[in-house]
């Protein structure tokens, strides 16, 4: 080991943020594990001298009356004969030169230190996401697999891949395409992909009207739930915390440029904003627009029974129980709709 690689360390730490500390730690461990398959598990100690920018390996064997084993063993005869001052039980350490070591302790070598380059990459990257997490980040499409439809896009802090089925449904990605995403997970352990994205998830819609709406970045309007069907329809139920601010109006943006601006990231998806309200029976009327309700009859522990006019029915329902599956999502009441 001479100065080059404490140089290659320092590029590593400059370049990709790899601390020195950890990849001498990794280094040691390294050249000692590949000493230790290629000499029959003999005791070997990595001293590390930064300033001189040396790396020195020592072959530790214990001084013992009777050699058992003379990987790691030495009479006190041959001990003596090195040293007066050794005794049983000490240790009696001789230099190895790193230009003998083997092909296969050398192999052995970089491929521990290249995989703690990995790793440290990998750990760093998801420093990176964590900060992140939970949030919307703006990326670009790289490639879009022909056959599953899964893309890989450039997130800017790695590339990672966004899955066909977390994709709103019906969206058609193309390369060079600068899409929002969600990120939905970081994943702590070495199995499966680092960062889950996500373009259905409800939180990818909460995001962009924080982005969006001033007030509701300000805390003057809140977002109280949402319920969504990607590349379908959302409704969001929301509040404001002022009686001098509509939180509807807010959202939706002089001439609607605000919600306009949502939708357009969103490949057509239809958005219900409707004011939340702690009054159970307002809310869940307020949850089933556009029908118009006639009343909300409680039936029992978040559960009603909501009574609308014959002509109301297929539009309190929704194609294929769309609009009351997602009132129900919103308000968290199970709601039975019935005419008069």
Known sequence: MNSEFFTALDMLEKEKGIPKAYMLEKTEAALVAAYKKAYDNMNVRVAVDEAKKDIKLYQQKEVVEEVTNPTTQISLEDAKEISKRYTVGKIVETEIKTKNLSRIAAGAAKSVITQAIREAEKAIKREAYELIREEIITATVLKVDSETGDALIDTDTSKAVLKKNDQIPGEILRVGDKIKVY??????????????????????????????????????????????????????????????????????????????????????????????????????????????????????????????????????????????????????????????
């Open 183 to 340: 990120v939905s997970e970081v994943n702590r352990e070495d199995r499966g992909p680092l960062v889950l994205l996500s373009r259905k998830d409800p939180g990818l819609v909460r995001r962009m009207f924080e982005l969006e709406v001033p007030e509701i970045k300000d805390g003057i309007v809140a977002i109280k739930s949402i319920a969504r069907e990607a590349g379908s329809r959302t409704k969001i139920a929301v509040y404001s915390r002022s009686e001098d601010v509509d939180a509807v109006g807010a959202c939706i943006g002089n001439r609607g440029m605000r919600i306009s601006a949502v939708l357009d990231e969103l490949a057509g998806e239809k958005i219900d904003i409707i004011p939340y309200s702690e009054n159970a029976e307002e809310f869940v009327k307020a949850a089933l627009a556009p029908a118009t309700v006639i009343s909300v009859i409680s039936t029992g522990e978040r559960s009603c029974k909501v009574i609308v006019t014959p002509d109301q029915l297929s539009l309190a329902i929704g194609k294929e129980g769309q609009n009351a599956r997602l009132a129900a999502r919103l308000t968290g009441y199970k709601i039975d709709i019935k005419t008069e």
